[in-house]
């Protein structure tokens, strides 16, 4: 059977028939709807079924560096065989229109990999939903990758469709052949997912379903390719000992074992990405997958290398209070004079790291596979910081700018201990070559000036939180104005 579902340079709105909070499926190009779809320009690609190859035979990739110059990275079992083949690799990235995902599909292809995108854009419908926007504006996700290909000449495949729909994936993996899949496509937000029954019940479903299908779509179709999932800190909660990377050694009653490191997830966003590492660490047991968990810590900034090489490849800054992260919020809030939120007492400690490490993190994960059958946990993050520790840091960079910035508690929305021991392990990326770029008075200067660049856009209306975790209810939430 022929299947046509490469779409690119396709525009489309979505259903007006899907609920407000409903999954995404509606939105979705999947292969039954596919041909409903208005799309300008559309590029039809037929995929036959094809014998599964040996990875160790293809697994590389000729990379284009910053420079120009041309090099090529081993992957782990290239090193282990001591040869290499030239064709480029082929990397998935699911949620590739997302924050993460977009400045990662750009980098990865500006490195020479051969980069296929697959999103069902429902984080843009959630923003139309709710209400909010970006700070800075985005472009569709059609003109993102042809402005690429105007700049670099380098082509980002499209495939638009939700991952929950188990034909319109594997139509995907058997068309693209991807020898890494990125998993970014998921509903991050842990107040999203706070909102309402129905929200809850649509992250679990999303991101459980999707992951459970990107874990079947490998072992039915591309058994060799290397799943790199992101997943979060957060699952690890804040226990009053050291955090270490996935694993933990106990001695119980004269006993002991290297077991997976105790989740104590305080979302219901939180616990879907534990559901996650569990099914991933059964099936690679099971099934031989070869998978890496990245626990990222929160991310912050915006611009990377790629992404400012245009606006219309400029990515999302979200400074909401659902999708928007600590330290992005605080830049923005200072940047329009509106006190920082921090909530409760401050003392909540997390691991942060820059967007531009976020990448290259993903790269190291990328060209150092894990072996069939492996189930890999790197934490992802480079420093820690206490909120109140960022609110100061925010408040003395403003300073140099000439901004007044005010530091405010404000109630906590969430259910969260607000001063604990925070030390979490994080030294597996920085063994494979990770090089941070840490949080100095620099970027901070520049993350402000970028706020204040956009400040104009910024609906002062979305800064304060308003999802409560103990107010949830079974009942929808509706939008007042
Ligand atoms: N941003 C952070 O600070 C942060 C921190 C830790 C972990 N993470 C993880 O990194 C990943 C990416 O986060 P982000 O900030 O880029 O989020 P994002 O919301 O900006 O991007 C997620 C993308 O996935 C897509 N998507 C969601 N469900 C999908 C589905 N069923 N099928 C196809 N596409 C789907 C969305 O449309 C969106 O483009 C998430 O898994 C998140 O949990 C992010």
Request: charged fraction near 20%; glycine fraction near 8%.
């Amino acid at each position: 059977m022929k299947m046509a579902h490469l779409v690119t340079n396709c525009s489309f709105s979505p259903s007006p028939a899907v609920k407000p909070y409903a999954r995404s499926s509606g939105y979705c190009c999947n292969v039954a709807q596919f041909q409903s779809l208005k799309c300008s320009n559309v590029v039809l690609k037929s995929c036959p079924a094809r014998p599964r190859k040996a990875f160790a035979a293809r697994a590389s990739a000729v990379v284009q560096g910053q420079t120009g110059k041309t090099q090529t990275p081993l992957t782990g079992n290239e090193q282990a065989s001591g040869h290499s083949s030239s064709r480029p690799k082929k990397v998935m990235v699911i949620g590739g229109d997302g924050y993460c995902g977009w400045a990662t599909a750009l980098h990865l292809s500006n490195k020479g990999y051969e980069v296929a995108i697959v999103d069902n854009l429902v984080r843009r419908l959630f923003d139309h939903q709710l209400g909010l926007d970006s700070l800075t504006p985005i472009a569709s996700i059609q003109n993102r990758i042809r402005r690429w290909k105007s700049l670099t000449g380098k082509t980002i495949q499209l495939y638009v469709g939700d991952i929950c729909d188990f034909e319109f994936l594997s139509e995907a993996f058997k068309s693209f052949e991807p020898d890494s899949a990125v998993h970014f496509g998921e509903q991050r937000s842990a107040p999203y997912s706070m909102i309402d029954r129905s929200r809850a019940v649509f992250t679990q479903h999303n991101n459980v379903i999707g992951t459970l299908n990107v874990l079947f779509a490998i072992k039915e179709f591309s058994e060799e390719c290397h799943l790199v999932k992101l997943g979060t800190m957060g699952e690890y909660g804040t226990p009053n000992i050291d955090i270490e990377e996935g694993f933990i050694t106990i001695t119980h009653n004269g006993r002991t074992d290297t077991l997976p490191y105790p989740k104590q997830a305080s979302s219901f966003y939180h616990l879907s990405k534990v559901h996650d590492s569990h099914n991933i660490a059964f099936t690679c047991k099971a099934w031989g997958i070869r998978a890496t968990d990245l626990n990222q810590g929160v991310v912050y900034g915006v611009r990377t290398d790629e992404t400012a090489m245009h606006e219309e490849l400029s990515n999302r800054f979200d400074y909401d209070g659902i999708f928007g992260t600590a330290l992005n919020r605080f830049c923005v809030q200072a940047a329009v004079g509106h006190p920082l939120t921090v909530y409760g007492k401050g003392g909540q400690t997390r691991g942060y790291l820059d967007i531009r490490d976020t990448v290259q993190c993903v790269e190291l994960a990328i060209a150092n596979p894990a072996k069939p059958g492996e189930f890999r946990v790197f934490n992802q993050f480079t420093e820690q910081f206490s909120v109140n520790e960022l609110a100061k840091l925010v408040t003395a960079a403003g300073a140099k700018l000439g901004l007044e910035v005010q530091a405010k508690s404000v109630p906590n929305p969430r259910v969260e201990a607000e001063e604990h021991y925070y030390n979490a392990k994080h030294t597996k990326l920085m063994e494979l070559g990770l090089e941070p770029h840490l949080l100095s008075d620099s970027l901070l200067d520049s993350l402000l000036n970028f706020a204040v660049q956009y400040k104009d856009r910024v609906d002062a209306a979305q800064i304060m939180p308003n999802v409560s975790w103990k107010k949830m209810s079974a009942k929808p939430k509706t939008v007042s104005v």
